[in-house]
């Protein structure tokens, strides 16, 4: 994961003098009695000294100045990172008092608050780095409590509401069990404050929003979700992605959609594109200019439908050259499996498998869409359209053990119920008393042929799904029973003898591994 930085950290910081702004305190005991306390760093009583002085007089701009110094203090000091957030939140409402009762000392707190955001920020991302090393969930909580702080500086800044997110679901994975997933769930206003507030909000703060509502079981949110990230996502541009050293100079060719053009400009900077097909091609090379220029760092990225595609950088002369086919590309990939999954975990049946034949057409080699699909006619008693589509699933992907056991569910299922038309056709020739006709039993033969072919075709699927299992793989069991089915059912005795052990009772050949692969 990489903590993205701040436009703000560009800022040249010597022009941001950092003012006083304690102002004149000797005329109020209370304001005297608090800078006494903050410099032996008694912050609690210097807290209650300034909310003596703001009793005493509701409008004075000077004491809530020193408040959200206090508790900005107090927080950097004494406060554990749940408390951290808060404090700066409470430091950024007394500034806003402090304002309101004086507007001249509006850009004086301003000019601390963009200092104080940078702070804050690169608190977080060297927390978060240190978090990487470590791999604990204390560092974690604390980089996600200094981002936090940065987001309570600075409100409409969504680059430290995400990486807080970051933060706080690394802390979550560490701890595990059902804290971690309450700790996961937190994280969804989070995500959702962070895309209500982000203008190009990221493919991975939709996916991972996705990811959690369906964690949380809320696959109407998450299907929601799905959809705003792929009708955003699919009408965004095709860019390059000009970064690196600030102000750096480069000379850029760029050959798209047939066609070739010479680009020059400085870092940042953005080159969008008119095509999204065929092959794009960059070649960039920073100016000869000075040392400046040969030590500078270019980087370049290539962007479609918001998703990094490509990427290379240089701290040299040489040329970087990005080329693409975007034909081939699949960016949305990712997100369009969390729709299916959620729009087939909101129990619309007949709305995802129209969705997945879709995807299908558009993707038909992909063996999650098969088997996903597949899995759902099976569920929905359709058998051979089932059997079509996971025998295509397990063509793509022999090796996993869902498919192979989902195909022989397939072939089962089919052969049990054409055995209970054989049953039925007997059973109706039996009610009249009399012998079959020569019609009755050739369809009752045809029927049983039939039925014992289904059976034998289901053995092949289930023995790979039992062999891929292992010795106690989550698939072995209900291998074992659909098999010793197969075998009574096709008459060998030998081989239901071998999987009676490890078969268990009661599993009927309706049983399936399930239709949500992801």
Known sequence: MTIRQSALFAL????????????????NPNMSAAEDAMEQERYERALANVDSAIAQDSANAEAYTMKARVLRQMADSTAPANEYKRRYRQARKAE????????????????????????????????????????????????????GAASAIQPDSTGPILNEAFARLQAARLEGGDQGMQEMSNVIPILERYLKREDEPTKDAYNILAQLHRQDDRPEAALDVTERALEDLSGRPTHFRVQGTRGLSYTATIEAGGSSRQVEGTTPDRIELSTRDGTVTGAFQKQNGGKKQAKGRLRVSLYTQGTEVSNSQTTALEEITISEDLSRATPLAELQNQRLSALNNTGNTEAAMKAYRQQIENNPENARYRYNYGSL????????????????????????????????????????????????????????????????????????????????????????????????????????SALLQAYVQTEQ??????????????????????????
Do not use: H, W
């Open 377 to 480: 006619l099976l569920n929905s008693d359709r058998y051979e359209a089932a059997i079509e589509q996971l025998a295509k699933a397990v063509e793509f992907d022999a090796d996993d053990p869902k498919k192979q056991y989902n195909l022989g569910a397939a072939y089962l299922n089919k052969g049990v119920v054409l055995q209970d038309s054989v049953v039925s056709a007997r059973d109706s020739v039996m009610a009249k008393n009399r012998k079959p006709t020569q019609e009755e039993a050739q369809m009752i033969k045809n029927l049983d042929e039939k039925r014992l072919q289904f059976f034998q075709n289901a053995i092949p699927p289930l023995e790979k799904a039992r062999q891929l299992s292992g010795p106690s793989g989550q698939y072995r069991q209900n291998a074992c």
């Open 96 to 147: 806003e008092k402090a304002i309101e009762f004086d507007p001249g000392r509006r850009s004086d707190i301003k000019n601390q608050r963009e200092l104080a955001f940078i702070r804050e920020y690169q608190k977080g991302a060297d927390t978060f780095n240190q978090a990487q090393q470590s791999s604990q969930k204390s560092d974690y909580t604390r980089a996600a409590a200094y981002f």
């Open 12 to 27: 040249v910081l010597g022009s941001l003098g950092l003012v006083a702004l304690s102002g004149c305190s000797a005329g």
């Open 493 to 518: 005795t030998e081989k239901a003898e071998e999987v009676k052990q490890c078969a268990t009772a009661g599993t009927g050949g309706n049983a399936t591994s399930g239709s949500d692969e992801n």
